[in-house]
């Protein structure tokens, strides 16, 4: 082809055409930039479907990861509803004595009381996305607000997380004197750890509900109330902010 239109070119020359030439020269350089727009099309369209593909693996992994997110909320928002409802009654015990008097119930809800749980998300995708650049790979602006916001919150929840499950960790532990502790742990042991030493004494919920020691035990309890009653707020917030979010993506890729 470049021997044809050299061949051309060295025609006109050679007939002293130069004005025909002129216009042929002016073509050929159109032509040119022609094929040179085309390939840019052609790239920037093959460019487009990969960042297309690589946006549909993204979602993806955002997806089962924030489907993995809204497990584990549901299990740590069932486990703080467990504590703050099993400290309730706890305290109840000193004003109700059916409860006092059925031990099974109040060495379960000590267990219960005693423990918490957290929230441990997985963000494998997304901190791939952020150290790699590839958040930009999220061509729809809603969508891509959405997942930043969503992570966002997930940092600011582990950060107060962190804070006050400490506080309500050392709260129990404060606690624990009051309570006969070595029959209740019994429960969570495996069989070659039990050793319970006595029965089950549920003696203090029968104390004066106007002595020091039960008025301590129920400021520390009610402490530990204030503390997870907020966790448990902003755990049970970020399980429908991820259910949205997960809603959200798959209409995005189904659309897609």
């Not at 042991?189 to 004494?201: N, R, S």
């Not at 707020?233 to 979010?245: D, M, N, P, V």
């Amino acid at each position: 082809m470049i021997k044809f239109f050299r061949k051309i070119r060295q025609k006109l020359l050679a007939e002293n055409r130069f004005s025909k030439y002129l216009l042929y020269a002016i073509g050929e350089i159109v032509l040119v930039v022609i094929g040179i727009l085309i390939a840019l099309q052609i790239n920037t369209w093959s460019e487009n479907q990969k960042i297309k593909q690589e946006e549909k693996i993204l979602i993806t992994g955002l997806i089962q990861n924030i489907e993995s997110d809204i497990r584990s909320l549901i299990a740590v928002t069932k486990s703080d509803s467990t504590l703050i409802d099993a400290n309730r009654i706890l305290l109840s015990a000193f004003k109700n004595d059916l409860i006092r008097r059925n031990k099974p119930l109040l060495k379960q809800r000590i267990l219960e009381a005693s423990g918490t749980s957290s929230f441990i998300p997985s963000q494998i995708t997304f901190n791939q996305m952020q150290f790699s650049g590839k958040l930009t790979y999220i061509l729809n602006d809603s969508i891509k607000n959405k997942i930043q916001s969503y992570y966002d919150n997930v940092s600011n929840v582990l950060d107060y997380q962190e804070s006050n499950l400490k506080l309500i960790y050392g709260t129990a532990i404060e606690l624990a004197p009051f309570l006969d502790i070595n029959s209740v742990l019994q429960i969570a042991l495996p069989d070659f750890a039990k050793m319970e030493v006595d029965a089950f004494d549920n003696s203090f919920f029968y104390e004066d509900i106007q002595s020091d020691r039960v008025k301590e035990f129920a400021d520390k309890s009610t402490l530990k109330q204030a503390l997870m009653v907020p966790v448990y707020r902003t755990h049970s917030e970020l399980l429908q902010e991820g259910i949205a979010l997960r809603e959200s993506l798959i209409q995005y890729i189904d659309e897609k």
